[in-house]
């Protein structure tokens, strides 16, 4: 009885995601859903992406955090547009959530809206929120073994960034393991390795967001 | 409309744990539901104990993983009890999960069954096995945001194991400020600093798994 009622769940958000692409396309807006477990470096990324690219690019962003808004206040410092979702209690953000925040978007405005996800390796994987691609981050001090006992975050993800990696010479954690048992599970996965901390290998990734960004403005133009 | 079905998932479950809390009684069998964000060192925490309790007390393992058995192999190997159980996708263990294994543990030979939860902050916390007590760990790394963003972890457990001390010098992490918070939500919380690679502080942990094993076997002889 209960796997039906999950999967009904599943489905109405399906239909409800479907739509907010739809107003993210016409919109020509990009959409990335940031997903890692808890303390993995998500606001940090986010931090240092802002700086990064702010002046380039017009970026807004969603907090979702089952309570407080630390994170949304870390973020909305950096004077761009910040929305903040408290799912009380519920372990990841759905299509419903994102699209009760779009009101308070003004989405013409904006280039790239980023999706700061609840902390969850596991839950947020089966959410479609409407992004364009599902970005995810793995810390080194996670260890090496992540991809097999979670698969699932590793083959919807278009990017895994790992994180933290100026700990490795403190923790065990094969990094080329990660990046093995990774591409075996999605040989698709666009693989950074960075350093939030020491900002080592952060400008590959400025440079997949920036890419990512113009072939939609591009296809704006085109019109 | 998806809330009443969330709540009859969770009421179904209560009573399914209250039994298995009756039959784990019965036996008077001591029951710590391990919870943590993946790579907090939960398996690490649980290979230690085994090694340092095992001519004690007589421990079983019960590993919660959505996909694969990597744990359940490293448990084994110490050659005591161990039943894996794969979720298939589900964020969490929960009490009909637990039933199910009861059958291929002989509970009256044992003093002590630990239960590794699927890795995840959020959703074990608010689902019963029929534990004793949920025993948390949170590692340095994640940060010391975590007793605001996820309170109610911190609320459920009776411990918190903060582990992998031996990286405060290279991460960005007040201790201090984590038992502030911690205490702030759960007064009754037994704080442990430990670190499982080089074992600091896991005799305070040992004796309080000690003492808590006791006072059930002296339950039992005084029936």
């Not at 380039?56 to 870390?74: F, M, P, T």
């Not at 013409?108 to 970005?135: M, R």
């Given at each position: 009885?209960?796997?039906?009622?999950?999967?009904?769940?599943?489905?109405?958000?399906?239909?409800?995601?479907?739509?907010?692409?739809?107003?993210?396309?016409?919109?020509?807006?990009?959409?990335?859903?940031?997903?890692?477990?808890?303390?993995?470096g998500?606001?940090?990324?986010?931090?240092?992406?802002?700086?990064?690219?702010?002046?380039?690019?017009?970026?807004?962003?969603?907090?979702?955090?089952?309570?407080?808004?630390?994170?949304?206040?870390?973020?909305?410092?950096?004077?761009?547009?910040?929305?903040q979702?408290?799912?009380?209690?519920?372990?990841?953000?759905?299509?419903?959530?994102?699209?009760?925040?779009?009101?308070?978007?003004?989405?013409?405005?904006?280039?790239?809206?980023?999706?700061?996800?609840?902390?969850?390796?596991?839950?947020?994987?089966e959410?479609?929120?409407?992004?364009?691609?599902?970005?995810?981050?793995?810390?080194?001090?996670?260890?090496d073994?992540?991809?097999?006992?979670?698969?699932?975050?590793?083959?919807?993800?278009?990017?895994?960034?790992?994180?933290?990696?100026?700990?490795?010479?403190?923790?065990?954690c094969?990094?080329?393991?990660?990046?093995?048992?990774?591409?075996?599970?999605?040989?698709?996965?666009?693989?950074?390795e960075?350093?939030?901390?020491t900002?080592?290998?952060?400008?590959?990734?400025?440079?997949?967001?920036?890419?990512?960004?113009?072939?939609?403005?591009?296809?704006?133009?085109?019109?």
């Amino acid at each position: 009885m209960k796997i039906p009622v999950v999967r009904n769940i599943l489905e109405v958000n399906e239909r409800i995601a479907a739509e907010n692409r739809r107003i993210f396309s016409e919109n020509k807006v990009l959409v990335l859903n940031l997903i890692s477990s808890p303390g993995a470096g998500k606001t940090s990324l986010l931090e240092h992406t802002i700086d990064a690219l702010h002046k380039e690019i017009r970026i807004g962003v969603i907090e979702g955090d089952i309570q407080s808004n630390i994170d949304a206040k870390r973020i909305s410092k950096k004077g761009i547009p910040t929305v903040q979702i408290n799912t009380d209690g519920a372990c990841h953000l759905d299509g419903n959530m994102i699209r009760e925040t779009l009101n308070s978007l003004n989405l013409e405005s904006l280039d790239l809206l980023i999706i700061e996800n609840v902390g969850n390796l596991v839950c947020p994987a089966e959410f479609d929120t409407g992004e364009n691609h599902k970005i995810m981050l793995l810390s080194i001090p996670e260890g090496d073994d992540k991809p097999v006992k979670y698969p699932l975050i590793f083959r919807q993800s278009s990017v895994l960034l790992i994180n933290k990696i100026d700990l490795l010479p403190y923790v065990d954690c094969d990094i080329n393991k990660i990046k093995k048992l990774s591409y075996r599970i999605n040989p698709n996965l666009t693989i950074f390795e960075v350093s939030c901390k020491t900002q080592e290998g952060l400008s590959q990734w400025y440079r997949w967001v920036k890419k990512k960004v113009n072939a939609l403005a591009r296809k704006k133009s085109q019109r």
